[in-house]
């Protein structure tokens, strides 16, 4: 058997104290997530801005990296995630979120760490916390060769 992780990003976006997520339906279950998604074929910065616009209707400028995040999820994939740091530029409500986005919300820290909120995976809070704990690394640590 062929090991195959799935590569992903994710952005976390902070406004006014509160965060950027997308509630959405898995596995018959409503869960939030930061706007994230599949690596499919363009860089790393592309497929963050790319999927937070997607599932948000945000455009954001991508402003550092928090990290590489590996989890192993309970369907036993592994998801390897790129996590970055995003400013919200400007929100268009013209679009269309992603098929199985429900709504976007500005959530405060506490509510997105709290025992019984419904995350999507234990990534959710973990990357809130590093961001708060001022985690950041520069944009260039990131290097590509597409």
Known sequence: MIWTPHITVATVVEQKGRFLLVEETEDNRTVFNQPAGHLEGES????AIRETLEESAWHVTLTDYLGVYVYKAPNTITYVRHCFVGRPERHDPSLTLDE?????HWLCADEIMANNFPARSPLVAKVVKDYLSGTRLPLECVNHCL
């Open 44 to 47: 790393l910065f592309d497929a």
């Open 100 to 104: 199985g986005i429900i709504a976007t």
